[in-house]
């Protein structure tokens, strides 16, 4: 079956910490990952994407890691903010397809 | 540049009433996506539409739910005789060029009450 599943469920950091948010898949076919930043009440924000021939890619403030062997992904927040209070979501695609597998999300909260 | 627009925004319907949320894409876009999300879940793929065309309802309930997305005007997504469990709140997204890592573009979502 389809499933994209999340470590845990919540996170709480200290302003200015570093974030890591984990999640794995289960479809091996995959081959395009994204994370997605939801705040309450609005629909979700495409963060940064990698492919599967990569398994490290930068953003501004932001790292995604993609370790194919174990089927795990990650993203990092470098210096979290209050406004990175949010929930994250990874998700997944096989490019030969259209539809995208969204993991149950994490909740961070950034205590200032 | 306007960004995706849903309405309405919040919606409460008796059990057995028809729900009809509109989906207005991002300007230039002509693919639009639908998704549900249950509370403290992630979202589901539901459809996947082109203009004047279903490409995939895959996550879509065979019965009572229905899309489109016309020529002219915005997408739908109908639920007919609404049931509790339809409760949820309902996002679309919209892409210009609708190749699978081309980036989506969420609306604020329609949450939807079944009382």
């Known amino acids: 079956g389809e499933s994209v599943g999340l470590h845990l469920p919540t996170l709480s950091v200290q302003e200015g910490d570093n974030s890591i948010i984990n999640c794995a898949y289960s479809n091996s076919a995959s081959d395009y990952f994204i994370w997605y930043k939801q705040e309450s009440g609005k629909g979700p924000q495409f963060i940064i994407d990698i492919r599967s021939n990569m398994d490290k890619r930068q953003g501004q403030r932001v790292t995604v890691l993609l370790n194919k062997t174990v089927k795990h992904l990650s993203l990092q927040i470098a210096a979290t903010q209050p406004g990175d209070s949010a929930v994250y979501f990874c998700?997944?695609?096989?490019?030969?397809?259209?539809?995208?597998?969204f993991g149950a999300g994490t909740r961070l909260f950034v205590k200032a | 540049n306007a960004g995706v627009m849903q309405n309405p925004r919040h919606l409460v319907r008796r059990r057995g009433q028809e729900a009809r949320l509109r989906c207005s894409p991002m300007k230039g876009h002509s693919h639009v996506y639908w998704y549900r999300q249950l509370p403290e879940e992630g979202l589901k793929f539901m459809v996947y539409l082109q203009k004047e065309n279903i490409i995939d309802e895959s996550g879509m309930p065979k019965e009572r739910f229905s899309a489109e997305f016309p020529k002219e005007g915005p997408s739908i997504l109908r639920i007919q005789q609404v049931v509790r469990g339809d409760s949820a709140a309902y996002f679309c997204?919209?892409?210009?060029?609708?190749?699978?890592?081309?980036?989506?573009?969420f609306g604020p979502g329609t949450r939807l009450t079944v009382t």
């Open positions: 997204a919209s892409s210009q060029e609708g190749t699978p890592r081309d980036e989506q573009y």
């Open positions: 998700a997944e695609l096989y490019t030969g397809g259209f539809k995208t597998i």
